[in-house]
């Protein structure tokens, strides 16, 4: 079970978890469960009307395809050609951005749930590279981009403005996968996150950059620690993952506010790891609600199953500042299982 805590704990059955003595208690409950292979989980809800919002991505028998639901209505396939995953939820905008591979290219598609039109950003967005995990804010777009005519392969996150059509690189890693990546942006308002791995998947961080500013900021952690599958909120409040190396090794939920703040919010049973992407949708009730995959790094088939982390208000407030820590590699690599590293690979064009 899934240990989410602030003080002692009270398990529950299946995969919640419940702090009933704490006011500031966060809760896990499943959202897509069971032998379902169901991955990329992001949602939102209109505060005017409560209608809710989930996209996801199916794999049936190894092929990926990405799903939208709106309330309970029957969930419908946004990628109507090729391989799809879904990555984001913007409701201001109605909109759910996916990444779509048809005849090996990846390009980042729109679907307007309002109006059931398909469409895409255009050429400066959608080359002949690959782009992949787009996540769309109002007029901001943040997505991935694969040179692989480069020599080394070169990866840019890459901040996209809808309105002026102008693109700003955030950072730029180049080697090949077995080096390391970039994976997971994610956006909401002005603040955008992402994560590296380098040095053989020895360091991995996360990182906030402030749109309004063009400030970025690499998150310290404790020596031997592994940072990653980061989320952000409008008010610039990371929410990411802490591991040891290897695979589901002490894996934690944590929090880290504009203020230097930082929190734990919950922990992994042991063997138990996070997916392809946490996403952040905040509630009306001023809660926050994070929704992440996860898989077992023992199985033999990925198996991901989609789960919700439910951070009560003023939750990331308590816990201590941390500005100091360190950047250097870990003693030994994240490690990902041989199914899940194939998942890996599709979304990434390696495959």
């Not at 404790?222 to 990371?238: A, F, K, N, Q």
């Not at 996403?279 to 898989?295: E, H, I, K, N, V």
Request: glycine fraction near 10%; charge should be positive; hydrophobic fraction near 35%.
């Amino acid at each position: 079970m899934f240990d989410v805590r602030r003080r002692p704990v009270l398990t529950a059955l299946a995969m919640s978890l419940v702090l009933a003595s704490d006011a500031h208690a966060a809760t896990v409950t499943g959202v897509l469960t069971g032998s379902a292979d169901t991955w990329d989980a992001s949602a939102g809800i209109d505060a005017s009307t409560g209608d809710t919002f989930l996209a996801w991505t199916l794999y049936t028998r190894g092929a990926p395809h990405a799903f939208l639901r709106v309330n309970s209505d029957p969930k419908l396939l946004l990628n109507q050609r090729g391989l799809g995953w879904a990555w984001s939820i913007d409701v201001p905008t109605r909109t759910a951005a996916y990444q779509q591979d048809r005849r090996g290219n990846s390009d980042v598609k729109f679907y307007d749930w309002a109006t059931g039109l398909r469409s895409d950003p255009g050429a400066k967005v959608n080359t002949t590279r690959w782009e992949y995990e787009p996540a769309l804010s109002g007029q901001w777009l943040v997505f991935a981009r694969l040179n692989r005519a480069a020599a080394p392969d070169v990866r840019r996150i890459v901040l996209y403005n809808l309105t002026t059509n102008r693109s700003t690189v955030l950072t730029k890693f180049s080697g090949s996968a077995a080096i390391g990546t970039l994976e997971s942006p994610e956006i909401s308002g002005d603040w955008v996150t992402w994560t590296s791995m380098s040095d053989r998947y020895r360091r991995s961080s996360v990182h906030r950059y402030q749109i309004s500013t063009g400030k970025a900021y690499r998150i310290r952690h404790p020596v031997g620690s592994l940072d990653y599958l980061s989320s952000i909120g409008p008010d610039g409040t990371v929410y990411f993952l802490r591991s040891r190396p290897g695979c589901g090794n002490h894996v934690v939920f944590e929090g880290y506010t504009t203020a230097g703040v930082l929190s734990r919010l919950g922990s992994m049973p042991t063997g138990r790891d996070g997916g392809d992407e946490m996403f952040t949708a905040p509630q009306p009730d001023g809660s926050t609600s994070l929704y992440f995959d996860s898989y077992t790094c023992t199985a033999k088939h990925a198996n991901g199953n989609i789960y919700l982390l439910s951070v009560p208000v003023g939750a990331t407030r308590i816990g201590r500042v941390v500005r100091r820590g360190s950047l250097r590699s870990a003693v030994a690599p994240k490690r990902f299982p041989a199914a899940v590293q194939r998942h890996r690979r599709m979304i990434e064009g390696l495959s």
